[in-house]
């Protein structure tokens, strides 16, 4: 009698895509919300980072203004002070400074 009732299928049980569905959605929500934006950004920073050119003033993530002199494949010339050029990592410029005039 317990091998019968074994065999037979259950009824009222959600199939595997109807249980699967809360978490795919909340991973597309996810998608949305932070992976996509984030992606975004970081392709506007690097286009941003590759247009830079001499004479343009950016801003380290470590709060130093410095003047571009040279932008090299993978790193920037700066110059930070009169006789002080630097090199700097193309990650490590967090936006182009814009005074106000």
Known sequence: MNFLYAAAPAAGQPSLIASLLPLII???IFYLLVILPQQRQAKKHKE???NLKKGDKIITTGGIIAEVVKNEPDFIKAKI???VEVK???AAVARKFEEEK
Request: proline share 0%.
């Open 26 to 28: 909340l991973f597309a």
């Open 48 to 50: 941003m980072v590759e």
């Open 81 to 83: 002070a009169d006789n």
């Open 88 to 90: 700097i990592d193309k």
